[in-house]
């Protein structure tokens, strides 16, 4: 086999060297010549390889691997073991190094794996060794079951019991509560770590409250803080509200999936709300809208409102307003630092028979914002 050793010292050697057609087909050759259907995981790996469904590094690698298995030179090491799950070489004698050595800073003798990582080394498994790779899954499958907490992916910190409250929306309560996120909720992705804030008037606190018990949150997590800011008027004004924020990316994920359309984004009416027909999840979607961002001027009169212009005109064609969408407010911004106190808004006027109807699809809702006959 003094071909494949040389193949596998030129790799190492040569920053940017790569296998051709004439390499991969002179590698097969030789490795029918000298060990027939013995390699047929080789001629996997090469179809793999030639595929571009792993690199250059991983196939020299497992290659390497097979070959040591067939002519029983080797023992399966941690490295070759890290590489067959498609992590660098020192991978698992790290991972032995956090739970078995006090000295290490990263000492943790209850260290666990996460769901997204057994779920990439059950593809390398699959990949690797197609049939053969089933006992290898159960395992991995028996360790999941045992451990019913595992995170979802390696650094989520969990903040709430409930990170897929919003997978599926299934009852009114789930509807209200995406409704009320899509008019006041602001979101980050990845590079901000997948932040969810929900930051109301702190005469509203309660709802805070309210909402952090549904998602599982810390009700003694949730802040206040006051803003001062000089309005266009160069008046100075004190603003006081209360905030929930955690990161979730599990949340996050379902969340716009679903179709969470933010005042800051341009996104329109989820796709549940227009599929629900004029149901009572649809109303509860839309009372939450209300309570998040609305106003009730006694009766059953009363107005929502919202940055996001295209998600009113969508609420006003499903839920067959006769109003307009008008524009309601200009954007406030503090005259000294710049920052955006209230963003421009536009409103519509929801109509009496709308209103009954939204109010009763959710007893939960704000009591200062429903009559009390209701």
């Known amino acids: 086999m003094n071909y494949v050793s040389k193949l596998m010292a030129k790799s190492e050697n040569e ?21 027939g259907n013995q390699a047929s995981n080789c001629y996997y790996l090469i179809k793999q390889y030639k595929d571009s469904k792993i690199s ?8 390497e691997l097979e070959l040591g298995k067939i002519s029983s030179d080797i023992e399966l090491t941690y490295g070759e073991l890290a590489l067959i799950l498609g992590r660098h070489k020192d991978y698992i004698y790290h991972i032995r190094k956090y739970i078995l050595s006090q000295n290490n800073r990263r000492y943790n003798p209850n260290y666990k794996f996460d769901l997204e990582t057994l779920k990439e080394f059950k593809i390398n498994l699959i990949v690797i060794f197609r049939n053969k790779a089933r006992n290898s899954l159960s ?103 209360s905030y929930i924020q955690f990161k979730s990316r599990s949340m996050l994920q379902d969340l716009l999936k679903n179709g969470l359309s933010t005042s800051a984004s341009n996104r329109g009416l989820p796709n549940f709300v227009w599929n629900l027909n004029n149901s009572n999840l649809a109303l509860a979607f839309l009372l939450g809208f209300y309570d998040g961002d609305g106003s009730w001027f006694g009766g059953c009169s009363a107005e929502i409102y919202s940055s996001n212009k295209e998600i009113l005109i969508q609420i006003k064609r499903a839920f067959q307003i006769e109003y307009p969408v008008r524009k309601t407010k200009n954007r406030v911004v503090d005259g000294f630092t710049g920052e955006i106190i209230h963003r421009a808004a536009y409103r519509i006027t929801l109509g009496v028979e709308l209103f009954e109807k939204m109010i009763k699809s959710y007893d939960g809702s704000m009591k200062r914002k429903r009559p009390s006959e209701f």
């Not at 050759?29 to 060990?35: G, H, K, S, T, V």
């Not at 250059?56 to 290659?63: A, N, R, S, W």
């Not at 409250?209 to 160069?234: C, L, P, Q, S, T």
């Not at 100075?236 to 509200?241: A, D, I, T, Y």
Request: net charge positive; proline share 1%.
């Open 139 to 241: 395992y991995i499958d028996k360790y999941i079951q045992l451990n019913q907490d595992l995170k979802e992916y390696l650094y989520e910190k969990v903040t709430i019991k409930k990170p897929h409250f919003f997978k599926t929306i299934d009852c009114e309560k789930k509807a209200y509560w995406f409704g009320f996120l899509c008019a006041d909720v602001k979101i980050t992705g990845k590079k901000y770590g997948y932040m969810i804030r929900l930051e109301l008037n702190t005469s509203d606190r309660e709802r805070l409250i309210k909402f952090a018990k549904v998602i599982g949150f810390d009700v003694e997590r949730i802040k206040d803080r006051e803003r001062w800011y000089y309005d266009k008027n160069e008046e100075l004004k004190l603003k006081k509200s």
């Open 56 to 63: 250059l590094k991983t196939f020299i690698g497992l290659i």
């Open 15 to 35: 920053e940017n060297f790569a296998l051709d057609e004439k390499d991969l087909y002179l590698l097969e050759e030789q490795l029918r010549y000298n060990f």
